[in-house]
């Protein structure tokens, strides 16, 4: 059995509409989700409100709060739906059981799990040695697609400026 099988035999189809929340900060969720369509935006929001987005999750992504999942705690973040969304959902419980009985099943979720964490890896570097322009013109680069979709202030959220300074970023590519 491989991977995909798994989630054909035991994950569950689900669809969510817009600015419908798969999971907020603080709930607990156990499942972990495959993207089919639609486009998610996994973001943290702070004591005193503010939102922080985390990532933009795309068709064919997998996702789910490993704290809440995997450790059963809280989930560390909250899961939107930025358009309507058909996921697979699966209990992580399930997906860790096939994995200690099925070879292919436990490569593809390090796979998964590797990916994951060159992403952050590299998310990491970007905000810690880049400036917000530079981030930004790397997600134009790689992404061109999520700004025509994705509202200013989510970007802005995601480059950490504010909405302003987002603008003046734009002006400054525009006028170069």
Known sequence: MDFYELLRLEG?????AKHEHIFVQGDSDRSFYRVQSGLLKAYYTSKKGKES??????????????TS?????GCSFSL????????????????????????EIA???????????????KREFEFLCLSAEERY????????KLLETVTQ?????????????????KNREHNN
């Open 80 to 103: 939107i739906c930025l358009e309507a969304t058909i996921l697979i959902k699966i209990p992580f419980a399930k997906l860790y059981e096939y994995s200690q009985k099925h070879h």
């Open 107 to 121: 490569n593809k979720i390090i796979e998964l799990l590797l990916g994951l964490a060159m992403k952050k890896e």
């Open 69 to 73: 999942a995997y450790s059963e705690g």
């Open 153 to 169: 202030n989510d970007i802005a959220r995601y480059l950490g400026v504010t909405p302003v300074g987002l603008s003046r970023i």
């Open 12 to 16: 569950k189809t689900i669809e969510k």
């Open 53 to 66: 987005v985390k990532s933009f999750i795309l068709p064919e992504d997998t996702i789910c709060s490993l």
């Open 137 to 144: 013109h790397l997600l134009v680069e790689a992404s061109p």
